[in-house]
């Protein structure tokens, strides 16, 4: 059964890799694909055939440990029950559907190529989030997930709306990591070597005493409500789903109709030990639930095409399954979600075919069979919105209509605040900046040397200039390469301060720098050569379109903008939850603001990365 679990889980890579190295034409990668795909649909029914014939016991492999230094420990650990058997069936029947449909789908397209490398690089981290076996794991598996989604938005990079619409879902999954990243620095304080999936429901045993105080359990539950109503668009996120149709339409079926806006259902169902433990946080969660179902089944009234109709469709289905979780029923979710996914992915497969031959019949008989007739219109039910005034009928349409104003309430609360603060710290002279920071470094060092003060103070004014650093990336808009500086400086500034709190962690300070310094200079390397900004007449923040004219420099920065952001490529993805780690057992708060720079930082990087690899050279920003 390991054995399976393996190869479940690293038959898409060695996808990505055969095509990568042997795809030189459709045929070729058509083939591969295809191949790869029934060798993923065998391990798959052998892992659940044995699994079933083993009295579905929930199995859990420890392959081997990744990193161990003191207390610290992160195991590479798998675990396969009820829950993530339901999700390795519907992936491998929805995985095999997409990939049979795209190879005549996307015939002759620009980037065919590319498609199916993500879409298997989207299966890779989906098996990983299914089979993880710890949140740390489960972490990994989401930020493939994640990047996958962000590139398939922005398939038709020549297009801006696709591209806009990318950053703004990676924002959306980018902010909602501070729960994830949050809640697995959370459960190694609280659950030490207990935060295995498999052990949580032990912990939270009736005859068992409580793993932690009241008030951390809830600050975990609403970390991972936080992460959940992201990644699945539900209250007050929303608004990215819909948008989030720019890519092809199987992407969009298999990421937003079928299974990636299941995984906030899947993160629930994890966790469901810690945030069930109390009813206040089952309330919480219903509420989600309840104002999702309202706003999106209003909103999916107002939609004008067929892909935004189905997507706030999804988006009610998942808001019920919240609302079911917090009844606790596990069982029904299950099903329930096994039910909207085959039907969403269906839906959204067979929108063009609905479209085109609608614009054909209507063609031919040279009318509009979408509108009822008076007699047609007087037989349909009344409906509740029929009932009301007119004033209100016409009040709750411009709600639906903008969508409950929720993107402008995210908006508010969150970017807009940080925006401003960064405006101003990138309106102060640069000079002044390093004269102010080394009168206060030199000031503290002083005191710290009279034994005035403690070295682990001197943390604190380096953990604010790392947020000082992110917030002035985050608000950049006039230069590529003072943006990545930031990004960079941001993170070294973290592991500063988690040196000064914890001398003795300096090896894991070390093994956190090695992944980023590298990814810093090789793509501060390829900023250096871009053309001059007097080139782009006064647009220095135009689409410039590498990933077209020079395709082997965007791959380079692409690579270095995953290294920096601590994708699971580099010693900097280990090296976050050893910061997050270290900082939590002096200053908590400090650990709170790593996470969030971190975050920002993302952002921010993500943004460099569209706008020189994507677009056309000759567009710009307006």
Known sequence: MNVLILTCLFLPFVGILLITLLGSSEKKISVISSWTTYAMGLSKIALLALWANSGFVAHEFEWFTLYEHGSYQLPVLFYLDEISAAYLFAVWVIFSVIVRYCRNYLHREQGYKRFFITI???????????????????????????????LLIAFYRQRIQPVRNALRAYTVYRFCDIGLLLGAWMSHQLFHESDHFSNLSVLFEHNAPAPASYPALLLMSLL??????????????????????????PSSAIFYGALSVHLGVFLLLRTMPIWSYHILTCSILFMIGLLTVIIASLAEKTQSNIKGQVAYASITQVGFMFMELAF???????VHFLGNAFLRCYQLLVSPSIVAHAMRVEGAIDTNITAPNAALKARLPISIRDTLPEVLQNTLYVFALQEGNLELLVRSLLWSPLKRVGALINGINLWVKWLLA??????LLVLQQSNVIESHWLAIPLALAMMLASLSAFSQKH???NTWNA???????????VWFLHPDAELDI??????????????AAVLLRLPKPEKFKNTPFAYRAMSETNPLMAAILFLSFLGLVGFPITPAFIGEDLLLYHASREFAWIAALIAVCFVINGIAAARIYLRICMGKPVEINV
Do not use: Y
Not at 224 to 246: D, I, T, Y
Not at 328 to 334: A, P
Not at 438 to 443: M, N
Not at 487 to 497: E, P, Q, W
């Open 120 to 150: 298997f690089g989207f299966a890779f981290g989906l098996n990983m989030v299914v089979l993880s076996g710890s949140i740390d794991m489960l972490f990994a598996g989401w930020e493939i997930v994640g990047i996958s989604s962000f």
């Open 224 to 249: 991972v409500f936080v992460a959940a109503s992201g990644k699945s668009a539900q209250f007050p996120f929303c608004f990215w789903l819909p948008r989030a149709m720019e890519g092809p339409t």
């Open 328 to 334: 606790g029923l596990e069982s029904l979710v299950l």
């Open 438 to 443: 080394g009168l206060l470094v030199g000031t």
């Open 479 to 481: 230069s590529f390469i």
């Open 487 to 497: 990004v960079a400086a941001s993170c070294l500034l973290a592991g500063a301060s």
């Open 510 to 523: 070390i093994l956190f720098a090695s992944g980023i310094i590298p990814s810093w200079l090789l793509g």
